[in-house]
């Protein structure tokens, strides 16, 4: 789907420019896009798969709930949209736990898709039983939880697993360290 986002600078300042999610990633446009991950109080991460329809990354392992921010759209309302839209889960903003901004920045296709996003990285406890959730065909192919040591594992042998984007490695650090403070651990 070809949205209208909001355009920010290479520091992630508001530009009040809008324009086509399409016409971001043609010109290398700065934008922003929320990343929810979501864990539960016994030490597990809700991962996802990403459909096989996907034109990055398909059927790879990823955050809870991803997506970008409509024009005029705020962070908040962004990741419980998403989190609706993407596995059918109902969260308040005070639900929400900002962590941090994280800046990537990749081209695709040969350099058709130009990527330059600031991740707007927020993590909430889930509560409801992963059964319960309702995954939406066109983005995602799967949800499961994982451990901690499992995610660890599976993020070390990433190069040859094809289970993460093992260029993320950093990224994936950073939201697990961030979750075991939140759960004291």
């Known amino acids: 789907m070809d949205e209208f986002i909001d355009i920010v600078s290479k520091t992630g300042d508001p530009t009040g420019k809008v324009a086509l999610k399409s016409e971001a990633h043609k010109n290398g446009w700065y934008h922003n896009t929320i990343h929810l991950w979501l864990y539960t109080l016994n030490g597990q991460i809700l991962l996802q798969q990403r459909s096989h329809k996907k034109l990055i990354y398909p059927l790879l392992w990823d955050v809870s709930v991803a997506g970008h921010i409509d024009a005029g759209e705020s962070f908040i309302e962004a990741a419980i949209r998403e989190a609706k ?24 296709n040969n350099g058709e ?73």
Do not use: M
């Open 85 to 108: 839209e993407e596995i059918g889960l109902e969260l308040i903003p005070s639900h929400l736990n900002k962590i941090g901004v994280k800046l990537h920045k990749s081209s695709y």
């Open 113 to 185: 898709v130009l990527d330059y996003e600031f991740h707007q990285v927020y993590i909430a406890q889930l509560t409801t039983d992963i059964e319960e959730l309702k995954p939406q065909e066109d983005e995602v192919e799967a949800l499961k939880l994982v451990n901690f040591n499992e995610f660890e594992e599976l993020l070390s042998r990433s190069e040859e697993n094809s289970h993460f984007v093992s260029t993320n490695k950093p990224y994936y650090k950073f939201v697990i360290n961030a979750i075991k403070a939140t759960l004291s651990l």
